[in-house]
Nanobody, 122 residues
């Protein structure tokens, strides 16, 4: 079965950086999409960044230029490098995987990790 395990969250001050990791196992898709999503208390879950099996990427506007999504196929690991963090980036961050790429639409993903908390203080 597909398993996704996130790590790397934590507490940082505004302007700081974090790198999230998502270790994936159990999937056999030759083509796929992996994404990072986040959900803050009282808010809907939103797509942050996504990458497909060909390495194409998409980002939500508010993180462009600050966040970078990447993957290491040899390690089956997805990353999210987050720089210049802002208090509004505070949320639980989840990685997700699906065989069909709907990019930042969360309804397009069936496999989800348990999440890792990111807290940015001003």
């Amino acid at each position: 079965r597909v398993q996704l395990v996130e790590s790397g969250g934590g507490s940082v001050q505004a302007g700081g950086s974090l790198r999230l990791s998502c270790a994936a196992s159990g999937y056999t898709y030759s083509s796929y999409c992996m994404g990072w999503f986040r959900q803050a208390p009282g808010k809907e879950r939103e797509g942050v960044a996504a990458i497909d099996s060909d390495g194409r990427t998409r980002y939500r506007d508010s993180v462009k230029g600050r966040f970078t999504i990447s993957k290491d196929n040899a390690k089956n690991t997805l990353y999210l490098q987050m720089n210049s963090l802002k208090p509004e980036d505070t949320a639980m961050y989840y990685c997700a995987l699906e065989g069909v790429c709907l990019w930042l639409e969360d309804y397009g993903y069936n496999y989800w990790g348990q999440g890792t908390q990111v807290t940015v203080s001003s």
